[in-house]
């Protein structure tokens, strides 16, 4: 059974940080492209960090938003995805996702957590 169970969420101050994040089971987590998304109320949910898989040597790529903030990590002894959030901003406020997509010649896996709340607010 696989398993995306996020951590790391709570009530912040701006510019504060925080670090979320996510464990997987379940699959070969160094062949899935992890990534976090968000999903701001009455918005839709958006790609926020996305890091590939050993196949593509573990690119990052960013939402324009949370560049220079955000930094995306990945362990794979631990098959856990982190979100490093830094200077976080009161439009930062959102349920993050994990998600984890595998996509091959073979057919494609996607899996996503349960979402974990992060609000920042004086």
């Known amino acids: 059974q696989v398993q995306l169970v996020e951590s790391g969420g709570g009530l912040v101050q701006p510019g504060a940080s925080l670090r979320l994040s996510c464990a997987a089971s379940?699959?070969?987590?160094?062949?899935?492209?992890m990534a976090w998304y968000r999903q701001a109320p009455g918005k839709q949910r958006e790609l926020v960090a996305r890091v590939t898989s050993a196949t593509t040597g573990y690119l990052t790529n960013y939402a324009d938003s949370v560049k220079g903030r955000f930094t995306i990590s990945r362990d794979n002894g631990k098959k856990t995805v982190y979100l490093q959030m830094n200077s976080l901003k009161p439009e930062d406020t959102a349920v993050y996702y994990c998600?984890?997509?595998?996509?091959?010649?073979?057919?494609?896996?996607?899996?996503w957590g349960q979402g974990t709340q992060v609000t920042v607010s004086s």
């Open positions: 379940g699959i070969i987590f160094s062949g899935y492209v």
């Open positions: 998600n984890a997509d595998f996509r091959s010649n073979l057919g494609s896996r996607e899996y």
